[in-house]
């Protein structure tokens, strides 16, 4: 590492005040604190936070908490195209046919963003900001896996200019910016994000009989409007013959179905809901919440009644789409959450709410939580502003000047 | 020597003098009713998905401004103050009318896809707006340049939205499809044809409007 650190030291004055290269000196910075701790961190002395936790670090473990849930889905997506095209398939294989279709969509993400990051970094001589660390490995697991890529890059330069660069920058942002690019594409490409596109098949691939690439909440959604159906019969029904019990609850939890690339299995959601609630990166009030709000919500509707969707059982929510996923690693952004204690759980507890809402009662939309959490994202302010000023009243019964 | 000068001035105030000028090219940028002033942004997000009904609509906002600016203007000093808003709107709806039934008479598809924004032009806040901060106070002529201008400020961010919101959405320009003519294959872009992507565009240009012409809060 001692060659590494200096060639650094060595091409720091071009990028210095009157160097070179002086335009570009928070790209140099960006690299050389990537690679090293910088020797800026708070003195010995005084009182300060001393912690070896920047910001890079912090960004990085939450990548390291998506990794369970990445590899999981670079696998799910080769054993769901073998199980599409009715072939059984040595493990090797299904992670072959899974990393072909998942890398180039990281890469794809990783480049375009990081480009708008760099040019605006640049522009507006800022540092170049590690949240697209995250962003950009979130980005890939909110996709389908047949995405086309150049949709993938649009949606991210999309993302990160106007979710994040238009408002400021790493930590001005209102909206997250992973779901914005998901609801750009949603809104601007339905197409290839929408209906059954969630199992990866080429162009002129076979399918086994009596396949169907129906989502669990499309065929909830189905049964909804259907006099008399039950949706958890026909969950169970479905795939017979070529994938029997793919939508068994207990496989919705441990998710070998299709889906969005790393959103499938609740279990690795859970996992590394572990790895941010341990290290304290991730509001663990949040997640609860959010899974409280949807399950609550579920019971009160199988309460009401209506039709079979409503008379689903509360827990088929929790492991049905992106609800883990979201409530883990979408919801828990500290940015663009509400910052107060007990605003959290208001926060999470309605994302949890208007999931199930939307899912339910809103044909046009099948998954909730995206739209759920965005929608929350413009409210966590003024959550925030109400449980401030009900401190301040309280606190101001009880002053006695 | 005083009536001289008075006299040479009165001379130069020609019907184009910069003064004059001015009242048509300010509003095209620095006081552009969408971009600065933020007037009439619900038509131009709703009319704007194709850039015929966009140029109609501009087109028909012009003349209306302009028509009812001189109007009012000529009727400024007679009008009492009370109740001039409801004199004012009387003399817009005469002008809205008439375009209306013209567009209906000449341009029946283009008047159907307006819909209800041609009506709206009534109560569009620029063209009230000129009207009480212009028309009420100055006059005809130059009222009537200030219309004008208004009308082409406003139809300039309209065209370049609908040039944009078209050529993404649908791959077309006034109708004419541009990437099938040079045969390349072009999927539309669904959120250029949503009002939300409208919003967005227009805060782009917004954004580039004043990265290069500064702005100062307040």
Known sequence: ?401 | MAEVAEQVEKKSEGLFSKKNRKLISHPLDLENPVTVQVLGICSALAVTTQMKPAFVMSLGLTIVTASSNVVISMMRNTIPSRIRIIVQLAVVSLWVILVDQILKAYVYDVSKQLSVFVGLIITNCIVMGRLEAYAMSNKPWPSFLDGIGNGIGYGLILMTLAFVRELFGSGAVFGFKVFEAVSLPYQGNGLMLLPAGACILLGIIIWVQRSINGYREG
């Open chain 1, 1 to 401: 590492m001692k060659f590494l650190r200096d060639a650094l030291d060595k091409a720091k004055h071009n990028f210095e005040k009157g160097g070179k290269y002086n335009k570009f000196f928070y790209l140099f910075e960006a690299i050389d604190t990537f690679m090293f701790t910088p020797n800026t961190t708070a003195s010995e002395k005084g009182v300060q936070v001393r912690d070896a936790v920047d910001l890079k670090r912090l960004m990085m473990t939450v990548v390291i908490a998506m990794i369970p849930c990445l590899v999981f889905g670079i696998y799910n997506v080769g054993h769901q195209h073998f199980l599409a095209i009715g072939q059984s398939a040595p493990l090797g294989d299904k992670i072959m046919i899974g990393l072909w279709q998942v890398l180039p969509i990281i890469i794809v993400s990783y480049t375009a963003g990081g480009l708008a990051e760099v040019v605006f970094a640049i522009v507006r001589k800022h540092p170049i900001n590690e949240g697209f660390l995250v962003t950009g490995m979130l980005i890939p697991l909110v996709m389908p896996p047949g995405i086309p890529l150049w949709q993938v890059a649009v949606a991210t330069i999309f993302a990160v200019v106007i979710a994040k660069e238009a408002f400021g920058g790493t930590g001005m942002n209102i909206l997250n910016v992973a779901l914005t690019a998901r609801a750009f594409l949603y809104f601007a490409y339905p197409l290839q994000i929408s209906g059954e596109v969630w199992t990866y098949l080429p162009d002129k691939a076979q399918t086994v009989a009596g396949y169907s690439g129906a989502t669990p909440l499309a065929i909830a959604a189905q049964a909804g409007t259907t006099q008399g159906a039950d949706v958890v019969v026909q969950l169970n029904n479905f795939g017979a013959g070529w994938a029997d019990n793919i939508y068994s609850f207990s496989n919705l939890f441990f998710g070998f179905m299709p889906g969005c690339i790393g959103e499938t299995s609740t279990l690795m959601c859970l996992l590394g809901a572990l790895i941010l609630i341990a290290t304290g990166v991730g509001s663990w009030k949040i997640m609860v919440s959010v899974f409280g709000g949807a399950y609550l919500m579920g019971l009160f509707l199988n309460f009401v009644g209506g039709n079979a969707f409503v008379e689903m059982p509360a827990h088929y929510h929790l492991v049905m789409g992106g609800l883990a996923f979201g409530a883990v690693f979408m919801a828990t952004d500290p940015v663009t959450a509400a910052q107060t204690e007990t605003g959290k759980w208001f926060y999470g507890f309605l994302i949890g709410v208007f999931t199930v809402l939307i899912r339910v009662f809103n044909p046009a939309y099948p998954e909730g939580i995206m739209l759920a959490i965005l929608l929350m994202n413009v409210f966590a302010p003024l959550i925030d502003y109400f449980v401030v000023s009900a401190n301040k009243k309280r606190r101001l019964q009880r002053a006695t000047v």
